[in-house]
């Protein structure tokens, strides 16, 4: 049985900063890397911006290798700094409802410019 399930959010400690990723001490057993393309779904310019040495961040177990004690970890879409819990990126806290709304209003505004401009 792997300790650490896929999906599960695990305290951890940071410990070294690269260019490419964070590195975390998870336990005394495991440890950790944040790769660079897991900090965000942003462009990220330096991965100092995002945590610092002596840290205790929140990590979202990605993959594990049982045999080296190692974790593939995220901080996408999480709050790694409080409580680590989702955050759906894509969907406001009122859903998709707003875009549903508008649409139709924004379609008939395009089509209505796009009328005056063959005129």
């Keep these: 049985m792997k300790k650490y399930e896929v999906g599960k959010i695990v305290k951890c400690l ?9 590195f975390v001490k998870v336990d ?5 890397l944040i790769h660079i393309s897991e900090i965000t779904v942003h462009f990220v310019r330096s991965v100092n911006d995002y945590v610092t040495i002596g840290e205790e ?10 045999n080296n004690k190692q974790l593939k970890l995220s901080i996408k879409n999480i709050n790694y700094k ?8 894509l969907e406001s806290k009122n859903g998709f409802k707003p875009l549903k709304e508008n649409l139709i209003i924004w379609t008939k505004e395009k ?9």
């Design 57 to 66: 961040i929140y990590c979202k177990v990605i993959e594990q290798d049982e």
């Design 82 to 89: 409080s409580n680590g819990e989702e955050i759906n990126s």
């Design 14 to 22: 940071v410990t070294g900063i690269e260019n490419y990723g964070i």
């Design 28 to 32: 005394d057993e495991y440890s950790g």
């Design 111 to 119: 089509l209505t410019e796009y009328k005056d401009i063959e005129k």
